[in-house]
C-alpha cells in the first residue's frame, strides 16, 4: 500500500531499474523480486504477489512464485513463455506431497467453478509417462476434485470419497501430463489410466491459495490457468491472452 503514496516519478523509476535486471538468469532463488515486463503490477516481493481473477480467468507465469533451491528455473526452448520454466531437480516424492513447496495467492472477484490447467513438459528420459508430474493442491477453496464424464472424484484424506487411482494424499492430488510429446503442452490429469480433468470450486469472492509441491524430478512447468465455462479453453491459453493482474498482500 505504501507504494500508492509515492510520487509517480519515483514509480517510474524503480520499474525501470527492476526492468534492467539481468534476463539470462536461469535460477531464481531469492525472495526479492524483479517485476514482471509481462505483468502488471507494482508489487515488489514475489512472495506477496496476488493474482487477480477477471472475466472468470486466471492466467499465471509459473515461475512467478518463490520457490525452494531444487527448483530451477530456465528459459530454453521456444514454446515458453515470460521468464522461462520451473523443473524439479531435486529428490522425487511419490508419496509424500509438501516437499519443494510453492503457494501462488489468488483473488477470485467470481465465484464459480474453474477448471485447472497447466502447460508442463518433461525434461528427463525419453518417456511421456515418467517425470511427468508434480502435486497440487488448494485446500481452503469450497471444493477441489477431477471429473470426467460425470465421474467425479476427490483427493485422499478429504474425507469425499470416490479417490483416484494411483498416488493422493492429504487433499493433493497428483497432476500430470501424458503423451510422447515430451515439449511443454496444456494438460493436467489426476488418477491413473483414468484421466480427470481438475476443477476447483470457489463459492465466495475472496483470496485462496494453491499449493505446488514437487513429485517428479525433471517435470517442468511453464504457466497455469484458471478459467470459468464463460471462458473458452482455447482463448485461456492462447499465447496473446493477457496474464492476470498481480496486487501485492497487504
Ligand atoms: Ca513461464
Redesign the pocket.
Known amino acids: 500500500m505504501r507504494l500508492k503514496l509515492l510520487p509517480l516519478a519515483l514509480i517510474a523509476i524503480t520499474l525501470f531499474s527492476c526492468s534492467s535486471s539481468d534476463d539470462s538468469d536461469d535460477t531464481n532463488n531469492v525472495d526479492d523480486a524483479e517485476t514482471s515486463e509481462e505483468q502488471n503490477t507494482n508489487c515488489n516481493e514475489v512472495k506477496n504477489y496476488v493474482f487477480v481473477e477477471k472475466d472468470g480467468l486466471v492466467s499465471v507465469?509459473?515461475?512467478n512464485a518463490v520457490f525452494t533451491e531444487n527448483w530451477i528455473q530456465k528459459n530454453d526452448g521456444n514454446n515458453?513463455?515470460?521468464?522461462?520454466?520451473m523443473v524439479w531437480e531435486g529428490d522425487q516424492y511419490f508419496g509424500k506431497p509438501g516437499e519443494g513447496l510453492a503457494t501462488y495467492s489468488i483473488k477470485i472477484n467470481k465465484p464459480g467453478t474453474y477448471k485447472f490447467l497447466w502447460k508442463s513438459a518433461v525434461k528427463k528420459g525419453n518417456s511421456g509417462s515418467e517425470h511427468n508430474d508434480t502435486w497440487l493442491r488448494f485446500a481452503d477453496a469450497s471444493d477441489f476434485f477431477g471429473e470426467k464424464e460425470g465421474s467425479i472424484i476427490y483427493p485422499n484424506d478429504t474425507g469425499k470419497t470416490p479417490n483416484p487411482k494411483g498416488s493422493s494424499k492429504d487433499g493433493w492430488f497428483k497432476i500430470y501430463r501424458s503423451g510422447n510429446d515430451l515439449d511443454f503442452k496444456w494438460q493436467a490429469n489426476t488418477s491413473d489410466n483414468d484421466s480427470h480433468p481438475v476443477f476447483v470450486k470457489f463459492d465466495k469472492a475472496g483470496t485462496y491459495t494453491m499449493e505446488i509441491s514437487a513429485r517428479s524430478s525433471g517435470h517442468a512447468i511453464?504457466?497455469f490457468v484458471l478459467f470459468d465455462d464463460s471462458v473458452k479453453q482455447a482463448d485461456a491459453i492462447a499465447d496473446e491472452t493477457e496474464l492476470s493482474e498481480i496486487t501485492c498482500k497487504n
Open positions: 507465469e509459473f515461475e515458453i513463455s515470460g521468464k522461462g520454466y511453464d504457466k
